[in-house]
């Protein structure tokens, strides 16, 4: 399996917002995405699943990668990809897709960070920052298993940009 894990654009300020579940990407936020997934689509294509987080924040990354992106299937909602996040529902929720599939998921820190981290090292000692928008791609001899994880890149926004010349 090929697995992404994505951490939404950069999002509104929660004191706005009556639910943490509510904050919207900012405009700044949907348009650095948009540049920034189109620069990498070449790295992430073809893609089979788009996972996603419900919360309004990574529902809107989500819908700006699939507009990007040729993918195979529609943009799917989570849950644990929210509150429930840990290595055992994601890897529960990754079981019901074929071994060779191509899967992003967009989610939040510091479950990103943590998911990466297990997948590569086992233990999740790995230290892996997610900024908002970063995303990591990881490769797996079938279902993705804790410490089984390939390290086929790491970019956070500001790194896609600059090597793009943007």
Not at 30 to 35: I, K, L, M, N, T
Request: glycine share 6%; proline share 7%.
């Amino acid at each position: 399996m090929e697995l992404f894990l994505m951490r939404h654009g950069i999002a509104a300020k929660p004191q706005f917002y009556d639910s943490d579940r509510q904050r919207p990407l900012t405009d700044q936020g949907a348009q650095q995405h948009d540049r920034v997934i189109r620069i990498l689509a070449p790295l992430i294509e073809p893609l089979d699943h788009l996972l996603t987080s419900p919360y309004t924040r990574a529902r809107q990354t989500a819908e700006i990668t699939a507009a990007a992106l040729s993918c195979a299937n529609p943009v799917e909602e989570t849950d644990c990809l929210a509150d429930d996040c840990s290595v055992d529902t994601v890897l529960h929720l990754l079981q019901q897709y074929p071994p060779s599939a191509h899967v992003l998921c967009v989610g939040h820190e510091p479950h990103m960070s943590h998911l990466s981290a297990v997948f590569l090292d086992g233990k999740g000692r790995s230290v892996i920052s997610f900024q908002p928008g970063s995303v990591v791609s990881l490769a797996f001899r079938g279902h993705p298993q804790a410490g089984q994880g390939a390290l086929r890149f790491f970019l956070q926004p500001a790194e896609v940009l600059l090597l793009a010349g943007q």
